[in-house]
């Protein structure tokens, strides 16, 4: 399949992480902008200080950019992978790509804990089990922002 072909499929209208609002509020909260990309607070956290990095342009593919544009991508990546473990402390970050629906690319930042939920396992995508207060979001992303 073309990037056009791609991105008829999956138009930008309906992309959480391109038009923001309540498409992204179901089930994101942005924390800023990075180099190429935006920080996105999943709303299910199961999993502390569960994020999303979302490229900054509606493509679905790592091939849809260019080398410099995927290094730049993946350099964002790192540095929210560093403020979640300076902030969460997790043993483990696991790292998910998908998007067959929502055909932008996205990466999952999923800090897992020994002690708890789904230790050990793959990370469900949104297990629907714990959703936070306003203030208790706030706090998180104010904790993630002091160590970007």
């Given at each position: 399949?073309?990037?056009?072909?791609?991105?008829?499929?999956?138009?930008?209208?309906?992309?959480?992480?391109?038009?923001?609002?309540?498409?992204?509020?179901?089930?994101?909260?942005?924390?800023?902008?990075?180099?190429?990309?935006?920080?996105?607070?999943?709303?299910?956290?199961?999993?502390?200080?569960?994020?999303?990095?979302?490229?900054?342009?509606?493509?679905?593919?790592?091939?849809?950019?260019?080398?410099?544009?995927?290094?730049?991508?993946?350099?964002?990546?790192?540095?929210?992978?560093?403020?979640?473990?300076?902030?969460?402390?997790?043993?483990k970050l696991n790292y998910g790509a998908y998007g067959d629906t929502g055909c932008h690319l996205h990466m999952h930042?999923?800090?897992?804990?020994?002690?708890?939920?789904?230790?050990?396992?793959?990370?469900?995508?949104?297990?629907?089990?714990?959703?936070?207060?306003?203030?208790?979001?706030?706090?998180?992303?104010?904790?993630?922002?002091?160590?970007?």
């Amino acid at each position: 399949m073309t990037l056009e072909e791609r991105q008829k499929a999956a138009p930008r209208e309906a992309c959480g992480y391109c038009m923001g609002g309540e498409l992204l509020g179901a089930f994101g909260i942005k924390i800023c902008d990075l180099s190429v990309s935006q920080l996105i607070l999943f709303k299910e956290q199961s999993h502390p200080g569960r994020c999303i990095v979302a490229y900054k342009d509606h493509v679905s593919e790592i091939t849809d950019i260019t080398e410099a544009e995927r290094n730049a991508f993946f350099a964002d990546v790192h540095r929210a992978a560093k403020a979640i473990h300076a902030a969460f402390h997790p043993e483990k970050l696991n790292y998910g790509a998908y998007g067959d629906t929502g055909c932008h690319l996205h990466m999952h930042l999923v800090p897992k804990y020994k002690d708890g939920f789904e230790w050990g396992g793959v990370f469900a995508m949104n297990p629907g089990k714990v959703f936070l207060s306003d203030g208790e979001y706030a706090d998180m992303i104010e904790k993630i922002k002091a160590e970007l």
